[in-house]
């Protein structure tokens, strides 16, 4: 929650900074009581504020929360994750098969101007965050300028970005003036060979100069994903928690998953549990530590570390509960569901001219048919294999 306080003889006045006010309700409730002068706090038309007759105390109200993005199961989607490109530099074999797949025409992705204007409609409903995804986003030449427009939408919190940081560590500071203020970076492996073995192409160096880069600019924490694999890297879980040793660094565990062409079984899967006692065998004394609302990692430490690890357990443990996402995919279609197969073009909507009401309409519609779990596979849990 971010409220400026500034001091004025022997009162306060508070400014009350509109594109953050909504988080507000999140922390204290309904209503957030803040104590001011009479006449001195600058509140915008987007709040309703109300005076009590004793004074001095005034309740800002955040603006209702769309119905569009609510589902069945009163779970509010503030969270929108964007992929900017199905192109990738590089061809990690959980992730793509070695020949690459077949990409979808240029003219059938996202343009520009239909990022930006999604990307408003969804904030005006309500999102406060976006992380731009890929393919690697990076590759998209036009990322800079995407950034920079979704910068300026009011309301909008968080421009989060997930990496593979091949490219990462020359860009990152023309990235962090645009107004990208959240980073995730995968790296699978603290092994160079392993990771030319994992992704078919080099780059290691590249990637720790990222992190690197990123921890210099003050990215904190600087988010790590690892997706964990039975014989490939299992080994290095306990590596990697001494990675957080001395950086500011959440490196995230990630159980491996199925998706379309990465031969995936649950063989392969190591489970949350079994990574976890790995790690306690080493460390006993790791603490479990508190979750953020609607965050998908059980988070941890070691006592002493700067850093922290998590566990993401999409299989073993899912968290469909508190999922609070939607998905747009390059190619301009609404996912609610990452293991979904219904999609929803909102390319095609627009294109035809669709007017705001109606586009949030199908925006609603598609939101609504939201399953409560996994899609509504039931067999999707590792639990059930």
């Known amino acids: ?56 105390h005034y309740f800002a109200e955040t603006k209702p929360f769309s119905h569009f993005l609510k589902d069945n199961f009163n779970r509010r989607h503030n969270y929108l994750r964007i992929s900017l490109t199905e192109r990738c530099n590089l061809r990690c074999n959980y992730c793509m098969p070695e020949d690459g797949t077949q990409l979808t025409p240029n003219q059938k992705l996202l343009s520009t101007e239909e990022i930006i204007t999604l990307g408003r409609l969804f904030v005006k409903a309500g999102v406060n965050k976006i992380r731009l995804t890929g393919g690697e986003p990076m590759v998209r030449k036009d990322i800079l300028h995407i950034i920079d427009e979704l910068h300026q939408i009011d309301g909008l919190d968080t421009i989060a970005m997930t990496t593979n940081a091949i490219t990462l560590a020359k860009r990152l500071p023309a990235l962090r003036k645009a107004g990208l203020t959240h980073l995730n970076i995968s790296l699978d492996t603290l092994v160079p060979a392993k990771f030319e073995f994992i992704t078919r192409r080099k780059g290691w160096k590249n990637v720790i100069a990222g992190i690197e880069m990123a921890l210099q600019l ?56 079994e990574m976890l006692d790995i790690i306690t065998e080493r460390w006993p004394n790791l603490e479990r530590i508190d979750d953020q609302e609607n965050h998908t ?35 301009g279609n609404l996912k609610v569901c990452l293991f ?46």
Not at 2 to 27: A, D, G, M, Q, W
Not at 318 to 324: A, M, P, V, Y
Request: aromatic share 10%; with cysteine; hydrophobic share 35%.
């Open 1 to 56: 929650m971010f409220l400026e306080f500034i001091s004025l003889s022997s009162n306060f006045v508070t400014k009350l900074r509109p594109t953050h006010l909504r988080c507000i309700s999140s922390y204290v409730g309904q209503f957030a009581p803040v104590s001011v002068p009479s006449a001195d706090v600058d509140i915008t038309d987007e709040l309703f504020v109300e005076k009590p007759p004793n004074g001095g």
């Open 218 to 273: 003050q990215y904190s924490p600087v988010k790590i994903n690892c997706v964990v694999m039975r014989g490939m890297n299992e080994e290095e879980i306990c590596d990697f928690v001494s990675f957080t040793q001395n950086k500011d660094v959440d490196v995230r565990f990630i159980e491996y998953m199925p998706f379309d062409g990465n031969k995936w079984n649950d063989k392969k899967m190591v489970p949350y549990k």
């Open 297 to 331: 990692s059980k988070a941890y430490c070691v006592p002493g570390f700067k850093g922290r690890i998590g566990f993401i357990t999409s299989m073993s443990d899912h968290f469909c509960g508190s999922c609070n996402r939607l998905r747009i995919t390059a190619d």
């Open 340 to 385: 979904g197969n219904t999609e929803v073009s909102l390319r095609d909507a627009l294109r035809a001219g669709v007017e705001e009401a109606e586009l949030m309409e199908l925006i609603g519609a598609a939101v609504g048919r939201k399953k409560k779990q996994h899609a509504g596979k039931a067999t999707m849990s590792f639990a059930d294999h």
